[in-house]
Nanobody, 130 residues
């Protein structure tokens, strides 16, 4: 498994932006996919966005599409989540996750299921006030 460390969370006003970073260490090969999930207060962990290495495709949940952007820096083994137009409902702990191999669905598509990701970071808190 790889080690993932998130950073960049914080407390912001509605409409503001944040950029989360996920540093990936102990990686010997590109993962199949890396994703961001979040868990709001009293809610289940939900898929936010993912980047797929074989296809280079990005995916987003409907709730963040058009506001969030996932990207990677291959030289730094870092994945970013640029979050714009933040809303109070975006509040939660954001987790970075890595899937070492393909599990289900069309090859080149990233799973939206937390159980398909083997490595997880400790999470970073994002709080958006109205």
């Amino acid at each position: 498994q790889v080690q993932l460390v998130e950073s960049g969370g914080g407390f912001v006003q509605a409409g503001a932006s944040l950029r989360l970073s996920c540093d990936c260490s102990k990686r010997t090969a590109n993962p199949y996919a890396m994703a961001w999930f979040r868990q709001g207060p009293g809610k289940e962990r939900e898929f936010v966005s993912a980047f797929n290495w074989p296809s280079l495709k990005t995916e987003y949940s409907n709730t963040v599409l058009g506001r969030f952007t996932i990207s990677r820096d291959g030289a730094k083994n870092t994945v970013y989540l640029q979050m714009d137009s933040l809303q109070p409902e975006d509040t939660g702990v954001y987790y970075c996750a890595a899937a070492a191999y393909y599990v289900r669905g069309a090859y080149g598509a990233s799973s939206h299921l937390a159980g398909d990701y083997q490595s997880w970071g400790q999470g970073t808190q994002v709080t958006v006030s109205s």
